[in-house]
């Protein structure tokens, strides 16, 4: 099949959004702190290739996805930058990752031995160390698990160009948890740094640390959300250091439109029950495409108005409740701007009950991606 699109449904993506955010943040940082752009689950949502581009542009140095599957479609798309995996990637690939100049994140002995039994390379490979300073997720906690580590690791096999670390509370207002990993990272860091005797990248923020600036950035962040034009919380989005740029947008167009009775019901279950002569108009997007169930009774725009969704979210329908009749075809926009109004991934995951970041990824391939302003003219 050839790429047309067919349906009448579409996400944006502003690239020049993206460029501006890496621009902001730059702005603020020290120069010599790099920005690596974390472009894991396919660019949360946003496309993968599409963004490292446009942040490499920007002047980012480095890609950070959290798989090897994401990393190699990055290089095979030709892009030449440094890419870190951040995920656990299982030893008898790592041959893989090197061939593809991929740099893993490695923090176990027992992944050194598997590897120097099952590799048949002899480019070294390009590792960074990960410390698990309170995430509770991946990494060396301990100091004798970093000494069991060090005395297993082969600087003639394995050559280690980094170390990092990964804050579970950096976008909250109170600090003292922050403030308990990075000394928790510092000493660890420190017997790293006596056996390693290289240079290594050391970088722990990730958009809230950069955003706050809360402690020393060491060489980099990696920036995630913020990127994106997305704030890491509530509480960044208040104090935030400057006004970021969202850069996706999701619209569509009524499909159908018809004038109900009173007490006539929409969609299944009959949750919803018109109270009066309603226009009502039809939506040809649906769970199917992201937009969970749990978006019944929140808000689309048209007409540069706020609407409600009503009745329950099928599969790959849903409905609205119009102020009048608009014609087939009238954009309807989920996420973005319509005339003055907007509305924002923050406010849609406070409807959900969830973070930005969850609807960003949850929007399905089977929306097409639409980028705008490839090129950079800014
Ligand atoms: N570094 C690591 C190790 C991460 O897991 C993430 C995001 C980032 C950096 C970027 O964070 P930011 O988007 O807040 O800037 N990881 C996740 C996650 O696993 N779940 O939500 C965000």
């Known amino acids: 099949m050839k790429s047309v699109k067919y349906r009448p449904a579409q996400i944006e993506i502003d690239l020049s959004a993206i460029r501006k955010n890496i621009h902001s943040l730059q702005a603020t940082l020290e120069p010599q702190t790099d920005i690596?752009?974390?472009?894991?689950?396919?660019?949360?949502?946003?496309?993968?290739?599409?963004?490292?581009?446009?942040?490499?542009?920007?002047?980012?140095?480095?890609?950070?996805?959290?798989?090897?599957?994401?990393?190699?479609?990055?290089?095979?798309?030709?892009?030449?930058?440094?890419?870190?995996?951040?995920?656990?990637?299982?030893?008898?690939?790592?041959?893989?990752?090197?061939?593809?100049?991929?740099?893993?994140?490695?923090?176990?002995?027992?992944?050194?031995?598997?590897?120097?039994?099952?590799?048949?390379?002899?480019?070294?490979?390009?590792?960074?160390?990960?410390?698990?300073?309170?995430?509770?997720?991946?990494?060396?906690?301990?100091?004798?698990?970093?000494?069991?580590?060090?005395?297993?690791?082969?600087?003639?096999?394995?050559?280690?160009?980094?170390?990092?670390?990964?804050?579970?509370?950096?976008?909250?207002?109170?600090?003292?948890?922050?403030?308990?990993?990075?000394?928790?990272?510092?000493?660890?860091?420190?017997?790293?740094?006596?056996?390693?005797?290289?240079?290594?990248?050391?970088?722990?923020?990730?958009?809230?640390?950069?955003?706050?600036?809360?402690?020393?950035?060491?060489?980099?962040?990696?920036?995630?959300?913020?990127?994106?034009?997305?704030?890491?919380?509530?509480?960044?989005?208040?104090?935030?250091?400057?006004?970021?740029?969202?850069a996706l947008s999701l619209k569509t167009q009524l499909s159908h439109v018809k004038r109900v009775n009173p007490g006539e019901s929409i969609s299944y279950g009959t949750t919803y029950k018109a109270e009066k002569h309603e226009w009502i108009g039809t939506i040809p997007i649906g769970y199917g495409d992201g937009i969970q169930r749990r978006w019944q009774n929140f808000e689309v725009l048209i007409d540069g108005k706020r609407m409600p969704l009503v009745g329950r979210i099928c599969m790959d329908q849903c409905m609205v409740r119009l102020d009048q009749a608009y014609p087939i075809g009238t954009e309807v926009t989920f996420i973005g701007q319509q005339g003055k109004e907007s509305i924002y991934l923050e406010e849609i995951a406070t409807h959900l009950d969830t973070i930005n970041y969850e609807v960003a990824c949850l929007l399905t391939d089977r929306l097409p991606r639409m980028y705008l302003n490839e090129k950079a003219t800014e």
Do not use: C
Not at 67 to 91: C, D, F, H, Q, Y
Not at 121 to 148: C, F, V
Not at 169 to 191: K, N
């Open 36 to 246: 690596i752009a974390v472009v894991k689950a396919n660019g949360y949502g946003h496309g993968d290739v599409q963004v490292a581009r446009a942040a490499l542009e920007a002047g980012a140095t480095g890609l950070a996805v959290a798989l090897l599957e994401e990393a190699i479609k990055l290089r095979e798309s030709g892009i030449a930058a440094p890419i870190l995996v951040m995920g656990w990637v299982a030893p008898e690939f790592a041959d893989i990752a090197n061939e593809y100049g991929i740099t893993l994140t490695v923090f176990q002995a027992s992944w050194l031995e598997s590897y120097y039994q099952l590799s048949n390379s002899t480019a070294k490979l390009p590792i960074h160390i990960k410390l698990d300073t309170g995430m509770g997720r991946i990494g060396i906690r301990e100091e004798s698990e970093l000494n069991d580590f060090l005395g297993k690791l082969d600087q003639s096999r394995i050559n280690v160009t980094g170390v990092y670390t990964h804050f579970a509370t950096a976008d909250e207002e109170d600090t003292d948890y922050y403030e308990f990993q990075v000394s928790r990272f510092e000493p660890l860091l420190e017997i790293i740094k006596q056996s390693v005797k290289q240079d290594l990248t050391i970088h722990i923020g990730n958009s809230a640390v950069s955003l706050r600036h809360l402690n020393h950035l060491y060489h980099a962040v990696r920036f995630g959300i913020g990127m994106y034009g997305l704030y890491p919380s509530t509480y960044l989005k208040e104090n935030r250091p400057f006004d970021l740029v969202p």
